[in-house]
């Protein structure tokens, strides 16, 4: 059983589409999370949700919208693709406090055309 | 420059010996994880800490509050440890946000 997963692996379309990528929590975390690793592998947090709650928005263009429909889901959605929205997506889990555990996606390989 | 730095941002080793990964970051913080990234892509929680020292098979994490310096140490290394090890440190009053170091891509070679 994987613990967070996501999909999917990779994902190659032109500018200007809209996509989404989704994940899933199996380990009743009450927390999950959107980082974006760019080409020199740079890990940055994007979004966190707390029980469906947003907690982080950090400086991410309004493009990008997360949606959490229960605490084991928290999906991203992204319009209006850009050249500089190709990156690797990961999503995370964890309990409560940011001092737990992270627990990690296989992460989403965006290319943007 | 980045709130959690890294040192080195390369290294390369021989199988069977000590290597340490050092971690420095600028302010107080409440935790602070190591990661590994395999070639693969996928990306592993090795430990978390606050204080102290902590140990799980070949891997040492250690953690001096005062200095704001962590490392993390692989004794007998092995080709498979080959990967990208990444700090990550929370500051303090930042709930849930992390900010990473650069990595530290690690070759063991045979």
């Known amino acids: 059983d994987t613990a967070v997963s996501q999909t999917p692996k990779y994902l190659v379309t032109q500018m200007g589409n809209d996509k989404s990528i989704k994940c899933e929590q199996n380990?009743?975390?009450?927390?999950m999370y959107w980082y974006k690793q760019d080409s020199k592998k740079f890990l940055k947090i994007m979004f966190s949700y707390n029980n469906k709650e947003l907690i982080i928005n950090e400086t991410v263009p309004n493009r990008f919208s997360p949606k959490s429909p229960d605490k084991a889901h928290l999906n991203l959605h992204i319009n209006s693709l850009e050249l500089g929205d190709s990156a690797v997506y990961f999503c995370?889990?964890?309990?409560w406090g940011g001092g737990e555990k992270l627990f990690f996606g296989s992460g989403t390989q965006l290319s943007v055309l | 420059k980045n709130e959690v730095e890294q040192s080195p941002q390369n290294l390369t080793a021989q199988e069977g010996e000590f290597i340490t990964i050092n971690c420095s970051y600028s302010?107080?913080?409440?935790?602070l994880h190591w990661l590994q990234q395999h070639p693969g892509g996928g990306i592993v929680s090795l430990f978390m800490?606050?204080?102290g020292k902590k140990k799980h098979g070949r891997l040492i994490a250690t953690i001096n509050i005062q200095e704001k310096h962590s490392s993390l140490h692989i004794t007998a290394s092995h080709p498979r440890d080959s990967a990208v090890y990444i700090c990550a440190v929370r500051f303090e009053g930042a709930t849930n946000k992390l900010i990473f170091g650069t990595g530290t891509l690690l070759a063991v070679q045979p």
């Open positions: 800490l606050s204080s």
């Open positions: 380990l009743g975390h009450d927390t």
């Open positions: 995370a889990s964890s309990q």
């Open positions: 302010v107080g913080i409440s935790a």
